[in-house]
C-alpha cells in the first residue's frame, strides 16, 4: 500500500508542529551559558555580519526593534502591552513577528528563524544585535517601564535573571 500526500500550495519556513526552543525543556547549550561582554560586545549583544550603517527602524522613534513569535499566547500578550504603550509615545518600539510569513532574516541582520527561536532578539538603531535580558530592559525602558528591570544593572541580579529566563 503506497500513500502520497498533496504537494503543500507553498514551502513551509517552519515545522508544522513545533515546540518553541525557548520555551522547552530542551534547548540548545549556549542558551544555558550567560551572556558575557567581551570583543568589545556589551552585555546581551549578538555578533551579526551585516554592516550597521545599512540597518534602518522602521520609525524614527524607534529605540530597538523586537523580534517576537506571533505564534506565542504569551509572547503575544507582552506584546501587546508593549504596543499600546511604544504607540502612546510615539512608536517607541518596532515590532517584527518571527513566525509570519512576511518574516525576512535579511531585513533583521541575517537572524533566521530558528536563531530567533533560541531565545528573544532585538535590534538597536545602530545595527548592533542584543539578546536575553537585555532586550526586555531596553523594551521597557522605551515605553516607560524601565524601572521594571532596573534591577538587572546589579551583576549577581543580571545573573539570575538570565538563567530564569533561559529555563523559561
Same mark, same amino acid.
Given at each position: 500500500?503506497?500513500?502520497?500526500?498533496?504537494?503543500?500550495?507553498?514551502?513551509?519556513?517552519?515545522?508544522?508542529?513545533?515546540?518553541?526552543?525557548?520555551?522547552?525543556?530542551?534547548? *540548545?547549550?549556549?542558551?544555558?551559558?550567560?551572556?558575557?561582554?567581551?570583543?568589545?560586545?556589551?552585555?546581551?549583544?549578538?555578533?551579526?555580519?551585516?554592516?550597521?550603517?545599512?540597518?534602518?527602524? *522602521?520609525?524614527?522613534?524607534?529605540?530597538?526593534?523586537?523580534?517576537?513569535?506571533?505564534?506565542?499566547?504569551?509572547?503575544?500578550?507582552?506584546?501587546?502591552?508593549?504596543?499600546?504603550? *511604544?504607540?502612546?509615545?510615539?512608536?517607541?518600539?518596532?515590532?517584527?513577528?518571527?513566525?509570519?510569513?512576511?518574516?525576512?532574516?535579511?531585513?533583521?541582520?541575517?537572524?533566521?528563524?530558528?536563531?530567533?527561536?533560541?531565545?528573544?532578539?532585538?535590534?538597536?538603531?545602530?545595527?548592533? #544585535? #542584543?539578546? =536575553?535580558?537585555?532586550?526586555?530592559?531596553?523594551?521597557?525602558?522605551?515605553?516607560?517601564? =524601565?524601572?521594571?528591570?532596573?534591577?538587572?544593572?546589579? *551583576?549577581?541580579?543580571?545573573?539570575?535573571?538570565?538563567?530564569?529566563?533561559? #529555563?523559561?
Amino acid at each position: 500500500l503506497l500513500l502520497t500526500a498533496k504537494p503543500l500550495a507553498r514551502p513551509l519556513r517552519r515545522p508544522l508542529a513545533r515546540i518553541p526552543l525557548s520555551h522547552s525543556s530542551v534547548f *540548545s547549550q549556549h542558551m544555558r551559558r550567560p551572556l558575557s561582554a567581551s570583543a568589545g560586545r556589551e552585555r546581551g549583544e549578538a555578533r551579526s555580519n551585516l554592516p550597521r550603517e545599512s540597518f534602518r527602524l *522602521s520609525s524614527e522613534n524607534a529605540q530597538i526593534r523586537l523580534l517576537f513569535d506571533g505564534d506565542c499566547p504569551l509572547c503575544v500578550r507582552e506584546v501587546d502591552m508593549l504596543k499600546r504603550r *511604544s504607540d502612546e509615545r510615539g512608536g517607541t518600539i518596532d515590532f517584527v513577528d518571527i513566525a509570519s510569513e512576511a518574516y525576512s532574516p535579511e531585513e533583521n541582520q541575517n537572524i533566521d528563524f530558528e536563531t530567533a527561536m533560541e531565545g528573544i532578539h532585538g535590534i538597536l538603531p545602530d545595527g548592533r #544585535v #542584543v539578546q =536575553g535580558i537585555e532586550v526586555f530592559k531596553r523594551a521597557y525602558d522605551a515605553v516607560g517601564l =524601565g524601572w521594571v528591570y532596573a534591577f538587572t544593572q546589579i *551583576s549577581p541580579l543580571r545573573s539570575l535573571a538570565e538563567a530564569a529566563y533561559s #529555563v523559561w
